[in-house]
Nanobody, 125 residues
Framework: QVQLVESGGGLVQAGGSLRLSCAAS????????VGWFRQAPGKEREFVSA????????YYADSVKGRFTISRDNAKNTVYLQMNSLKPEDTAVYYC??????????????????WGQGTQVTVSS
């Protein structure tokens, strides 16, 4: 069992930065790839970024590549998403989730089982 809690969301102006955190409880967190997803009002949940169990490999959606950076600290059971150069279209609820089988397999949300409750990110123009 893994419980995830996101934090760090808020209101920021376009061009600003935020750092999201995904804190996990449970002994198996370090053995799981973790993904960040987001969902804007009226839109489907979409993949943002993911990081392998060891943190050695990272993956990004084209829309955030070069602006967002994912990292993890397994000693702290935490994954981070540093978001720079934010745009109004980044406005969404951001969720973290763990891969069902542990290793990174892709960007589809159905591959992930444990989810956090989400944190709101609002970027004003």
């Amino acid at each position: 069992q893994v419980q995830l809690v996101e934090s760090g969301g808020g209101l920021v102006q376009a061009g600003g930065s935020l750092r999201l955190s995904c804190a996990a409880s449970g002994r198996t967190f370090s053995s799981r790839a973790v993904g960040w997803f987001r969902q804007a009002p009226g839109k489907e949940r979409e993949f943002v970024s993911a990081i392998a169990r060891s943190g050695g490999n990272t993956y990004y959606a084209d829309s955030v590549k070069g602006r967002f950076t994912i990292s993890r600290d397994n000693a702290k059971n935490t994954v981070y998403l540093q978001m720079n150069s934010l745009k109004p279209e980044d406005t969404a609820v951001y969720y973290c989730a763990t891969d069902k089988l542990g290793y990174y397999r892709g960007t589809n949300a159905i591959l992930y089982d444990y989810w956090g409750q989400g944190t709101q990110v609002t970027v004003s123009s």
